[in-house]
């Protein structure tokens, strides 16, 4: 594959990634139910299944949560905050969710859909640990992480929500652009 057309595909995926990332900033957390709806779980995976470079699937999906994470806090509550507590769990999550995009080989809606779940699930799980452990909520006691899962179960829910939507989007246009635009396809993709 030549250089420049490394760099379009990748210029591609890295557009199609800041669209969806700039959908975070559309506050609907004001509207009841719909908390943790965002497109950062499908940007991990699409990151994880589209980039040929590692580095890349890592950089991109992270740098993209990391710089809206700061455009969100600076616009809503007018703080420019660089690591809000409890960032490292989320960050780990989502690095966790672009490995997952890079397990998925064949672009589909029953693996994207199984991705997503894999997704929300390893979030959910890794995300409630910090709350249990350094909040006041809930005790100390594996009872008290029960509860902080338990408490969390409406936001997975959005963000599974999210996911399948902005997955969507972002696998499904990505495929139908690779139709059209040769350009975009792997060199093993021309091949077949």
């Known amino acids: 594959m030549s250089i420049q057309k490394i760099n379009l595909r990748n210029s591609a995926l890295i557009l199609m990634m800041v669209f969806a990332a700039a959908t975070r900033l559309i506050n609907v957390n004001h509207l009841t139910g719909w908390a943790n709806f965002t497109p950062v779980g499908a940007i991990a995976l699409f990151g994880g299944t589209y980039f040929s470079d590692k580095w890349k699937a890592y950089l991109v999906p992270l740098l993209t949560l990391f710089i809206s994470d700061i455009a969100l806090d600076y616009i809503y509550f007018g703080k420019f905050i660089i690591f809000y ?81 902005f997955g969507l989007i972002l696998f499904g246009g990505f495929e139908l652009a690779k139709r059209k635009y ?8 021309l091949a077949v």
Do not use: C, Q
């Open 182 to 189: 040769t350009f975009l396809r792997t060199e093993i993709e």
């Open 85 to 165: 507590g409890g960032f490292l769990p989320v960050y780990i999550s989502f690095a966790i969710m672009v490995l997952i995009g890079t397990y998925i080989k064949k672009v589909n809606v029953a693996n994207v859909a199984l991705g997503s779940m894999a997704s929300v699930l390893i979030h959910w799980l890794i995300t409630d640990i910090d709350p249990w452990l350094r909040g006041t909520m809930y005790s100390k006691s594996l009872n008290g992480y029960g509860e902080s899962l338990i408490a969390a179960l409406p936001f997975e829910k959005n963000m599974l929500l999210g996911d399948l939507v």
